[in-house]
């Protein structure tokens, strides 16, 4: 979507500097004036493109009385948004969890190939577990995690096309966790506005135990764990 804006510019001469501050946006500027060939005016437009740190701002000024010696002039600017930043995350787990034991998501946040670079804000994930399945460990290089409430940020740049390196999420599956469960990660941030999220839906199947060692608890001299135990005593 295009806004249009104006702000004011300095020429000398035939020459013209835009003063425009653009962050994340082009600025078509055009500058109208009298151009003197032989003993006439001609009116002649020119077109020009900029950019910069900050949106156009300000109110151009006009001088059709060609009274200001400055130089100052009206200029239109036709303002075109750039790309932004467009994150993108995956979740996946290996294999199919079971009752009693633990299980390893692993959930990636990209940037899209044909986006910007994100801008240095803080990039959030969050993961929310279904239930059945309680977090053990959320931990992923470079960022910062809080397993109370399952959020990873980090905040330094990621160009298009790249990857940041992958938050990996441990759980423990209780033992009357449905058969299947979705496990749902959302990300946003880093100039992109957007929440993007990702499902995985997991199959939970039963412990393979074979109905040994319902008398013990830890590990039996089978070398059964006492979690695949007290999950045989409760499906029982």
């Not at 096309?161 to 966790?177: I, Q």
């Amino acid at each position: 979507m295009r806004a249009r804006t104006s702000s004011a510019a300095v020429t000398a001469g035939p020459a013209v500097t835009a003063i425009v501050l653009v962050t994340a946006w082009t600025a078509t500027v055009q500058r109208a004036y009298d151009a003197q060939v032989g003993d006439r005016a001609v009116p002649v437009i020119d077109t020009f493109t900029t950019t910069g740190l900050a949106e156009p701002r300000g109110t151009a000024t006009t001088d059709p009385e060609r009274t200001d010696t400055t130089g100052s002039t009206g200029l239109a600017f036709t303002v075109v948004p750039v790309s932004r930043p467009s994150l993108t995350i995956t979740k996946s787990h290996a294999g199919t969890f079971t009752r009693g034991e633990g299980g390893v998501y692993t959930i990636t946040v990209g940037n899209a190939t044909a986006a910007a670079p994100t801008n240095g804000t803080a990039v959030t994930v969050h993961d929310a577990l279904p239930a059945g399945l309680r977090a053990d460990r959320i931990t992923g290089r470079g960022w910062h995690c809080t397993p109370a409430t399952l959020t990873c940020t980090r905040s330094d740049v990621l160009p298009a096309g790249h990857s940041y390196p992958p938050v990996t999420l441990k759980v423990d599956v209780s033992c009357n966790a449905r058969a299947r469960v979705t496990n749902t990660a959302t990300v946003t941030g880093g100039g992109d506005t957007t929440t993007h999220t990702a499902t995985d839906t997991t199959t939970i199947k039963h412990h393979g135990h074979d109905g040994h060692g319902h008398h013990g608890e830890g590990h039996d001299g089978d070398g059964h764990d006492g979690r695949h135990d007290h999950c045989d005593r409760h499906d029982q």
